[in-house]
């Protein structure tokens, strides 16, 4: 008996009601095809970028404490939930408002990523810089800055854009006095302009927390270097966070000085990993080591959110097992057994998706890539899979990674078969088809959206989590999906 949850464009089929620690189970039935909006999915390639308001965050003072704190600025009003946004939606992220400049920029950003998510994991180092640092793979690498947040730093609260990223373990912003600084979109942050602003000191517990840490005139630095030659380092220091209506005191900040990259606007970088640096692991006991998010879908009018807290947590989700790997910490990885195509499962051998005991392979979930990659032998199989329930459809070729495309010009809609991962446990994620055929350009070409791993790791992209309810909690070990859609 399996548990099934399906999260179609418009409407949940089936809510099942479990828990962390209870999934049961029951048989669901479920559609083998559905239909893809042609028409509307071209429409909203081309419609106008919008800038990204936000409201005043509120001035607060200084408190003096050694853990990071959270309060609510009006009384019971609180909530720790941001905005979230896709970069494609921010106006002033994108110098080209074409969809297909966008998407070539985009697969251009993720083949990067996904090479320093693969160093990383295999412990390359990529770039080395002086005597202190931390290999960090971030979404901020080359521009690939993905989803982003507008987050209030400093008293009073200055607002910055930063990328959130779930596979890194550090909070960092440019800082004054910048010696080396690249572009950003806001004003760089001066810490000497705020009154909560307080360097952390080298026998400090927070600095004994950064891995190689230095010391310069008894403050804390840090250094994080990426696979690109890109890095920042700074000043380690403790400061007010604002999102909202809720104030974080005394979080663990990165004060870069030195920075250098090709950040592309945002201001720094907003870490979601699985360490006790990342935001998550700041909050600890007041979040319960719980977010959630939902990357909202290409071309919807209406933002994503991010959400800290047990309270983010829907009742009614279906649970999958988190895989801890001391090889990689920071990352998210889940138990996923198989895939299906039109209902049907994919002859795959389970063990093409295994975490094997030297941390090789497994399945990574990552709000920094796009794309999903397989194995390449799997990602053979399920494309030949679908390639065999598509047949009515006129191919198109290849475009940039994809070897699967459409030429749906033309067409208002499309039948298409479902697409489904199976996890360990039980749980079947059937995915929307606007999260597996995606549009390349503006004129009806569509390609299946996977892509085979350069090694046998394999990566659940922000592609396929579009639209779905996601939840982390890291202190139970879980990862849930739905029961809503975004």
Known sequence: MVLILLLLPLLLLTTITSTPTSSPSQNLSYPHFQHLNVKQTIAETKRKLKPFHTTKQPQENQKSNTDAESEKTESGSGKRKLKLLHRDEIHIFNISRDHR???????????????????????????????????????????????????????????????????????????????QCYRQSDPVFNPGDSSSYSGVSCGSTVCSRVENAGCHEGRCHYEVSYGDGSYTKGTLALETVTFGRTVIRNVAIGCGHRNQGMFVGAAGLLGLGGGPMSFVGQLGSQTGGAFSYCLVSRGIESSGSLEFGRESVPVGASWVSLIHNPRAPSFYYVGLSGLGVGGVRVPISEDVFRLNELGEGGVVMDTGTAVTRLPTAAYDAFRDAFIGQTTNLPRSSDVSIFDTCYDLYGFVSVRVPTISFYFLGGPILTLPARNFLIPVNDVGTFCFAFAPSPSGLSIIGNIQQEGIEISVDGVNGFVGFGPNIC
Do not use: H, L
């Open 101 to 179: 400049s966008r998407f070539n920029a985009r697969m251009k950003r993720d083949a990067k990523r996904v090479a320093a998510v693969v160093r990383r994991i295999a412990g390359g180092v990529g770039y080395k810089t002086e005597e202190f640092g931390s290999d960090v793979v971030s979404g901020m690498e080359q521009g690939s800055g993905e989803y982003f947040v507008r987050i209030g730093v400093g008293s009073p609260p200055k607002n910055q854009y930063v990328v959130i990223d779930s596979g890194s373990d550090i909070i960092w912003v440019q800082c004054q006095p910048c010696t």
